[in-house]
């Protein structure tokens, strides 16, 4: 996986079958899935509980100290906003 883009490979992708037989559009890759180390989930844990939304300041912050890309950050806290909304 190219961890630059956050997208697989193309031979990863053809590995398991690619995009297209998976459902996707062809021509585009499926994004590889982020596994957070446990120092990362704890950090993204603590802010979340001061914080549900992060504006775009906080998030670079939090990108940068974390050592994750901007996108990763939206989408964990777009999930975890969910997971609460289920939770609840």
Not at 27 to 46: N, P
Request: hydrophobic residues 30%; positive net charge.
């Amino acid at each position: 996986a190219d961890e630059s883009s956050g997208y697989e490979s193309e031979s990863a992708g053809a590995e398991r079958g690619g995009a297209a037989a998976a459902g996707g559009s062809r021509g585009r890759q499926r994004r590889a899935r982020t596994a957070f180390s446990s120092e990362q989930v704890c950090r993204l844990e603590k802010t979340f509980q001061r914080h549900r939304y992060l504006g775009a300041t906080e998030r670079r912050k939090l990108a940068a100290a974390l050592q994750l890309s901007e996108i990763q950050i939206k989408t964990w806290f777009q999930n975890r906003r969910m997971k609460l909304k289920r939770q609840i």
